[in-house]
């Protein structure tokens, strides 16, 4: 019984449209206009990527010869995990602040971006399987992309860099206190 009374309501169905067939035209033209203006109006999005290898090599043990564990990313806490870490300093406000004042990023409005707008923008995430460390940030401007990319990823290995001195610098002075105290 229901398949003979779906097929007289799509006859039906075709029997209004053909005699309506001049408003429902107007209706579907009408839609498929104002739906290709949205989308030609709307601007793209670009999207930069960039990839960071993380290789942790303490200082002090390759100093000393201390520890075999040379290259290996460790936590300081039993159940953290080192990746995680790396990408809580990438997402620092420290490093965040740093890019928006030296790019000079701007909201829609014409104001200095906030951070947490920034965050919205930016994609730090870890490689599954692998100590690497992916990057992406989204803008209007692919230039504007690509720059918040690279100077936050020249940031983080500077500041890397520094950490890494420092603590070569104190196991050189602790070694130098240990060598003319003796």
Known sequence: MEPAETGIELQQYWQIIKRRWLPALIVFASILAFVSYSILKEKPIYEAEGKLLLKKA?????????????????????Q?????????VIRST?????TINKLHLKDETGKRLKTKDF???LTVASVRGADILTLSYKSKSPKQAAE???YLMD????????VNRLEAVSVRQFIEKKITCC
Do not use: F, M
């Open 58 to 78: 303490t200082a002090g043990a390759s100093l000393t010869e201390v520890g075999k564990e040379i290259g290996q990313l460790t936590p300081a806490a039993e």
């Open 155 to 162: 940031i983080y290995l500077e500041n890397n860099l520094k």
């Open 94 to 98: 420290e490093l965040v602040d740093k």
């Open 119 to 121: 965050l919205k923008k």
């Open 80 to 88: 953290s995990n080192p990746l995680t870490t790396e990408i809580e």
């Open 148 to 150: 918040v990319v690279r």
